[in-house]
């Protein structure tokens, strides 16, 4: 058996702050760079509008709407900035408060002297949109602190209304950044966000899909010593992670050197799954590879994937036999395997030998949620796959809505001290130590049969080259939906299959 390598992870993550640990972020970065808030707010709107101006030109009409907080002084100090870009920029402001935040004052002063701003008092005030203009949303941000209601959800009524662009200055009016909001609740839903310094938990959630829309993150050079220093649950994996995964081959290694992979699965009208997953795990990188099929997969698996070795199971249509596990660095489990009493007699032998983790999809996840005895005898680390239906009839229980989900998976993995992909957009992978990393890669293309039996093959893959359980899963759900991405870009999402995410694996 490989060893496994250090957990390379820490330093190549980017933190999730809740709504309060970003208002200390700014508070610190205030006090220690030292910055005034006043110009951290310029910084800011500069960067929304470096990034505005690179997607639309000046020809196009622009509406702001701001709020009274530090939210609306950068939608005004965004109005500024583009009226001296030249844009054709009306600005409206919400009374919503007697008083406007001190930076929201100081930046109505400075834009008062450019150009006539537009109070909404009452809903006559509104502005109709019919010639659609761009409307930037500047009228509440991280500082929600209750639903949007009365002049204010109007007139994120009358946004959504008209068939318009609508960009968010860091979040979406009305939508609470790290809890849920309810079904009735006036939120805008914007084309784009555009968050300053670091995705908010809301993004994360299917929920919220339609209040975020495409999202970007604009740095606002927050300070860098607080984001080491604050402990958070939450990550966002992007594209840095690949840095330290991708060394060049030693020049003398051999087919020993980068592990033997045991791949078990498939079954009578399944064995493509296996052999999906089988190619997939050669493609991450595996030396070697060993199939455990019933024995209508043997032709199959050796035809189509001459590279893999095959091992025969004395059944003729599902997986029964416990395999000697000695020559293999890891294993994978699941992918078309089916849920016969004596595959799951096999399973449940199987998980007794193992001394190191394992990876457990499709149909073992299945297994193991009819019985759930069988999770305590797991290997710490161990690395289980589920799509939310799985995780569903794994947790015995559904979830409210997608933060009670999310607190339902830490306590899953905690418990058992299991590392749990649960794969969808943005798919979250749950660590024994509670955090939560949330996938940058991937397109809704991959939403087809066979997708997830590819991640299982790559996850097994890493393992057994030696990589540590929550780099190979955290690494693998990035190139796996990497490689999806550049598959949708050449045949469109639509006409994506699982073939072709193997097909554009890159290491
Ligand atoms: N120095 C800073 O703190 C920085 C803050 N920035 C901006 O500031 C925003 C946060 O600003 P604030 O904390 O002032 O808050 P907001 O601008 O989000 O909200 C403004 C105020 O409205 C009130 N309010 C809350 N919910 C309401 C509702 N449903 N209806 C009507 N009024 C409501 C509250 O009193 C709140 O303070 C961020 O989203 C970001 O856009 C940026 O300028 C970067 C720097
Ligand atoms: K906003």
Redesign the pocket.
Known sequence: MLTFGHNMLKSFRMNVFSVSQI?DW?AFT?AHEPIH?ID??ER?SSAFVRWFCARFDDRCPVIVFC????????GLAISRMLLQKCYNVRTCVVK??PKG?ADFSRNLERLESLTAIEWIETAADIPTLLSPPIVIDAL??????????GL?AEVIQRINDAQTPVIS???AAGLFADMPNAPSDSIIKPTHTVA?QCPKLAFFQPQCAEFVGEWDIVS?GLSEKYELQTPTSYFYTDAAIIEPFTKARKKYSHKGSFGHALLIGGSYGKIGSIVLSAKACLRSGAGLLTVQAPQCGYDIIQTSIPEAMVLPDWHWRINTAVPNIEPYSAIGIGPGMGQDPQTLLMLRELLTLLTSPIVLDADALNLLSKHPDMLTILPKNSILTPHPKELQRLLGQSWKDDYEKLTLLRDFSQKYQLIVCLKGAHTAVALPDGSIHFNSTGNPGMATGGSGDVLTGIITGLLAQGMHPTDAAVFGVFQHGKAGDRAAQKCTQPALIASDIINEMRW
């Open positions: 208002r700014d205030i808030s951290l707010m800011a709020g009274m907080g530090n939210n609306g002084g950068d919503h408060s935040s509440l941000g991280s500082g929600l602190s209750r639903p949007a209601e204010m200055v860091d979040i300053f606002i």
